[in-house]
């Protein structure tokens, strides 16, 4: 059952507050003149948060929601468009700000539709990665963290729309125990 122990803590408040800040200086450094963030609902909210307060000069905001869960927790593979843009992106150097990278179909779909509307750059930031669960290639500029192929919530990621409140990265206490932790990717 979801939700009878608190999740174990895969990757503690401080740790991830670190890791954001140095993602938004070298953010900051490709994006000198400015950077339009498109976050992906609903889990990249909190990440993206955290990471709009550390970059200086202009930013501006967006965001667009798909879904390839439904209910379940693994994907369908089937990406949906939930909800679009409200701005255009002719000309804008755009990063995609998404909450985590698993099979890569998500995001393909996401580069391919916000690169075809003409933005001047468009790069991709995610707090955490799966390269374990990857059935497509894609592309990702800046990684929080890659983590192991685990069912994780907090910090935005939930389970049945429950634990987006929790400051850490977690694990259900129903999974298996954790071999290996994260390991955050070198500059």
């Known amino acids: 059952m979801i939700g009878a122990r608190p999740p174990e803590i895969l990757i503690p408040a401080?740790?991830?507050?670190?890791?954001?800040?140095d993602m938004a200086s070298d953010i900051q450094r490709d994006?000198?003149?400015?950077?339009?963030?498109v976050a992906?609902?609903?889990?990249?909210?909190?990440?993206?948060?955290?990471?709009?307060?550390?970059?200086?000069?202009v930013v501006s905001l967006d965001f667009i929601a798909v879904s390839s869960y439904a209910q379940g927790t693994t994907s369908s593979g089937e990406v949906r468009l939930l909800k679009d843009l409200?701005?255009?992106?002719?000309?804008?150097?755009?990063?995609i700000v998404e909450d985590i990278v698993d099979t890569g179909?998500?995001?393909?779909?996401?580069?391919?539709?916000?690169?075809a509307r003409g933005p001047k750059v468009l790069r991709t930031a995610c707090l955490l990665s799966k390269?374990?669960?990857r059935q497509v290639s894609v592309r990702i500029d800046y990684v929080g963290f890659t983590i192991d192929n685990r069912f994780v919530v907090g910090y935005g990621l939930d389970a049945?729309?429950?634990?987006?409140?929790?400051?850490?990265?977690?694990?259900?206490?129903?999974?298996?125990?954790?071999?290996s932790g994260p390991r955050p990717l070198e500059p």
Do not use: C, M, W
């Open 131 to 133: 390269p374990a669960r």
């Open 86 to 95: 409200d701005t255009a992106l002719d000309g804008k150097s755009v990063l």
């Open 105 to 115: 179909l998500t995001l393909t779909y996401l580069q391919e539709i916000l690169r």
């Open 14 to 21: 401080d740790a991830i507050a670190k890791r954001v800040g």
């Open 31 to 37: 994006y000198p003149d400015g950077v339009h963030l």
């Open 160 to 179: 049945a729309e429950r634990y987006r409140n929790l400051p850490y990265i977690g694990v259900l206490s129903d999974e298996q125990p954790r071999t």
């Open 40 to 57: 992906v609902l609903k889990g990249a909210f909190v990440f993206l948060s955290d990471l709009v307060r550390r970059l200086d000069g």
